[in-house]
């Protein structure tokens, strides 16, 4: 089955059809070898193992296993996850350590997510946008291209309610250290969002807005420009 991230009603559902996961990381030390461990992902050899694989088949072999099995440790991430990680393998873009990336996110090329982000399901990260440390996009929100997203900022996720529409950041907007724009608001192109700023309503193309809330300040003009130039080389494969 497919699913549109941009309709709330599909990724309701692709969370709902979801198998929920908690898998387990096991290390195991004992006298097996590797007919014990039937359909398991194992690694290792000579009574030292390590197993990957769900809470129901790792708990059901060390049970099985008790008196072959000396010692073990079980490491567990996350429980009765709905949604796994992206896969980053083949997306052509910089995502440094640390940034946690939902799957059904769209990356386009030379963006840069920086460590400590956050980014939920449905979001769109443009070309050549810099998502900055702990900044959260959250679910559906939309980055056009060379939006920088400035340290610990917010974009407003959306789910519920479902007719609610996504926050939409246009391109070349800068948006400041900490500021938060709140759910369904747009901003406009070539905009610069203050640092610190709330922002509730949207923000016309070519402004400046600061304040809590915000307020347009001024227009886009030339010193701000120089002010808010993004470097191409931070964004470059």
Known sequence: ?????????????????????????????????????????????????????EKEDILSFIEKNSSKIKQHRIENCKRNSAIPMLNLIDIEARIEPGAIIRDMVTIEKNAVIMMGAIINIGAEIGEGTMVDMNAVIGARGKLGKNVHLGAGAVVAGVLEPPSKDPCIIEDNVLIGANAVILEGVRVGENSVVGAGAIVTKDVPPNTVVTGSPARIVKEIDQSVKDKTQILEDLRSL
Request: glycine share 10%; aromatic share 16%; hydrophobic share 25%.
């Open 1 to 53: 089955m497919s699913y549109d991230m941009k309709n709330p009603y599909d990724i309701a559902r692709y969370i709902k059809d979801s198998k929920k996961s908690t898998p387990l990381k096991a290390y195991i030390k004992g006298d097996l070898n590797d007919n014990n461990f039937g359909d398991l992902e194992f690694y290792g050899s000579n009574g030292n193992y390590t197993l990957f694989g």
